[in-house]
């Protein structure tokens, strides 16, 4: 399960050790360890984009644990988005425009 999350600008510098304590708060220590954090677009380091990025918390996720994890990061101040992120579909070849 994935959560895309827009961190507020002051946040920049320790992005992902914040996005883990938080994980920290929500989950118990097992299901914390299994969480990673990425950036959404790695090469920008600056702007609107430098703060998105994706948690992954490990299959499978309960839609409790997911709720948890939600609800600790929304209600963060360094925090300005967390949502699911939305499912992937690939493109059938015969769809796909030449």
């Known amino acids: 399960m994935q959560i895309v999350v827009k961190l507020a600008k ?3 510098p ?14 118990p220590e ?10 959404v677009f790695p090469d920008v380091k600056q702007g609107r984009r430098a703060g998105m990025l994706v948690l992954s918390l490990g299959d499978p996720t309960s839609s409790e644990t997911v709720a948890k994890v939600l ?14 992120a939305a499912p992937r579909e690939s493109v059938a070849a015969s769809s796909r425009r030449s």
């Not at 320790?14 to 989950?27: H, Q």
């Not at 097992?30 to 950036?39: G, H, N, Y």
């Not at 990061?73 to 967390?82: H, I, M, N």
Request: charged share 30%; aromatic share 2%.
């Open 10 to 12: 002051s946040s920049l």
């Open 71 to 84: 609800d600790v990061l929304r209600a963060s101040g360094d925090v300005e988005y967390a949502e699911p």
């Open 14 to 27: 320790g992005a992902k050790k914040l996005l883990t304590d938080l994980v920290r708060e929500a989950l």
């Open 30 to 39: 097992a299901q914390a360890e299994r969480a990673s954090v990425e950036p």
